[in-house]
């Protein structure tokens, strides 16, 4: 059945990107806003806006039964989670349709398997799709969890298996830091996720982040390609972009192959993203978890591809057999994104509510930026540090890394500070312009090249 007003269950960026793609398909949107949220971006976009808690999270944008009431109330017949908060929670998934409406996402069993870690990776091994050495799952003993990461060989990586954000992860050295390390990622997964299970993973060096972009309608799936994702810091995304330099067409086709047949092998029904290691020195590519909802990344497969994947998504929740068939998607070009997060990055990356005082945003051929922001609009305190979203695209990476740098130099908000240097100096870096990173490069590299960034303006606005 055809979805006729959306609510949005998410705040931010990614609430205004939803609308949007819901006004292009005909949908009336209802915004859900904490108190603290009342004038933001989205809401005053939205066609109806509805209060549903006090700032703090779990007393809204947490709260399913608010969430819920204040669908029922406007006449929602579907809710999108966007991604973060109960994005990727199987139960709320399964009582938005117990309400007897369209949840925009996988089945709430899709989420609950892949959502599993250990569970994802046996899916995974039965798919055919590489993993990399580590357990066939939850290890509770501490003891045999100690005896296998030295059969595996250290340096391992102790992973929460519920969960995601980067939290609930150590990586061990010896048998004592395991001995160490383990019963610290156990704890802190347990608070954090409701689940203090683990499983231990080898560590590749110098591994780039791949993931490939999926779309299903619960039958059939097809790929929107690759992106890299490595330059990171303490696990967390900064810097994307897609296709990868790094892969021969060959490493590229098995690479995405695989991840269609593994979203077939659960059915899957909407957006999701399956991510893998991809190890530099020998080729080789392991699958380490599936993100079931929307990424924070999606714009540069969007650029690329020229698909809304938010508008599929959508469709494919109120019914709609997949419209795009594998022959038919091709990538063109170059698309880099950036985040722009209200934190210094001269003063440890600290978050730095503010108020926008002045924005002036880039244009032009082949630019886009994601964001939430107005002139005046006071950043709220109680939520993530990012306010949008710079993509560009261009020809080849190179043209695309020229455009960056235009659009970076066109864009400007002042009353906080941003990571906007960060990306000015990251751009100056020959490994970066050469595509000669890892998931590891760059912390050390920012300790080496703090005054870099402070001299792009990272100390103040």
Partial sequence: MPIKRLLIANRGEIAVRIIRA?????????????????????????????????????????????????????????????????????????????????????????????????AARRQAQQAGVPTVPGSDGVIEDM??????????????????????????????????????????????????????????????ERARHIEVQVLGDGTDVVHCYERECSL??????VWEEAPSVALKPEVREGLCTSAVALAKSVGYSGAGTIEYLY???????????????????????????????????????????????????????????????????????MPFPGQIAELTLPDGPGVRFDHMLYRGYQIPPFYDSLLGKLIVWGEDREHAMARLGRALGELSVTGLPTTAPL??????????????????????????NQHMIMDRGGAAA
């Fill in 423 to 448: 990306f000015q100096a990251l751009l100056a870096s020959d490994d970066v312009r050469a595509s000669a990173v890892h998931t590891r490069w760059l912390e050390p590299w920012l300790e080496e």
């Fill in 143 to 204: 003891d045999a969890a100690k005896a296998l990461a030295v059969d595996l060989g250290f340096p391992v990586m102790i992973k929460a298996a519920a969960g995601g954000g980067g939290r609930g992860i150590r990586i061990a050295h010896s048998a004592d830091e395991f001995a160490t390390l383990a019963p610290q990622a156990s704890s802190e997964a347990l608070a954090a996720f409701g689940d203090g299970g683990i499983y231990v993973e080898k560590v590749i």
């Fill in 22 to 118: 819901a006004r292009e398909l005909g949908i009336e949107t209802v915004q859900v806003h904490s108190a603290a949220d009342a004038d933001s971006r989205a809401v005053q976009l939205a066609d109806r806006a509805i209060d549903i808690g006090p700032p703090q999270a779990a007393k809204s944008y947490l709260n399913v039964d608010a969430i819920l009431e204040a669908a029922r109330s406007a006449g929602a017949d579907a809710i999108h989670p966007g991604y973060g908060f109960l994005a990727e929670n199987a139960d709320f998934a399964d009582a938005v349709v117990a309400a007897g409406m369209a949840f925009v996402g996988p089945s709430g069993d899709t989420i609950r398997l892949m959502g599993d870690k250990a």
């Fill in 232 to 237: 990171q810091r303490r696990r967390q995304k």
């Fill in 279 to 349: 190890d530099d020195a020998t080729g080789d590519y392991y699958f380490i978890e599936m993100n079931t909802r929307i990424q924070v990344e999606h714009p540069v497969t969007e650029m690329i591809c020229g698909v809304d994947l938010v508008a599929e998504m959508i469709r494919i929740a109120g019914g709609e057999k997949l419209r795009l068939a594998q022959a038919g998607l091709r990538a063109s070009g170059h698309a880099i994104e950036v985040r722009l997060n209200a934190e210094d990055p001269a003063n440890n990356f």
